[in-house]
Nanobody, 119 residues
Framework: QVQLVESGGGLVQAGGSLRLSCAAS??????????MGWYRQAPGEQRELVAV???????VYADSVKGRFTISRDNAKNTVYLQMNSLKPEDTAVYYC???????????WGQGTQVTVSS
């Protein structure tokens, strides 16, 4: 089993910045092909993809955050980051860390961290 623990959420003013971290622990094989990403869910809304990064470093972003957010990872530390700049009130949500492994296919979720952007 893999455990994911998010940190770095909080309250920030519009236009500000925040960096989220997600540390993975447990039965991790570093060389295994995998993808780690961030999802978010606002009250009354469906969970949506924010950004995802492969074990090879390829990143994909949602259109709503492209140019403002940057996802990165440190495989040696089993950690993925989300740098959030130029934050907007509509970015307010619970942000969840996700990890997908392949062969065999498995998926893990963190408990989430609250991000609130005030106007």
């Amino acid at each position: 089993q893999v455990q994911l623990v998010e940190s770095g959420g909080g309250l920030v003013q519009a236009g500000g910045s925040l960096r989220l971290s997600c540390a993975a622990s447990g039965s991790i094989v570093i060389v295994n092909i995998n993808a780690m990403g961030w999802y978010r869910q606002a009250p009354g809304e469906q969970r949506e993809l924010v950004a995802v990064i492969s074990s090879g470093g390829r990143a994909v972003y949602a259109d709503s955050v492209k140019g403002r957010f940057t996802i990165s990872r440190d495989n040696a530390k089993n950690t993925v980051y989300l740098q959030m700049n130029s934050l907007k009130p509509e970015d307010t949500a619970v942000y969840y860390c996700n990890r997908r492994e392949f062969t065999p296919s498995r998926e893990y979720w963190g408990q989430g961290t609250q991000v609130t952007v005030s106007s």
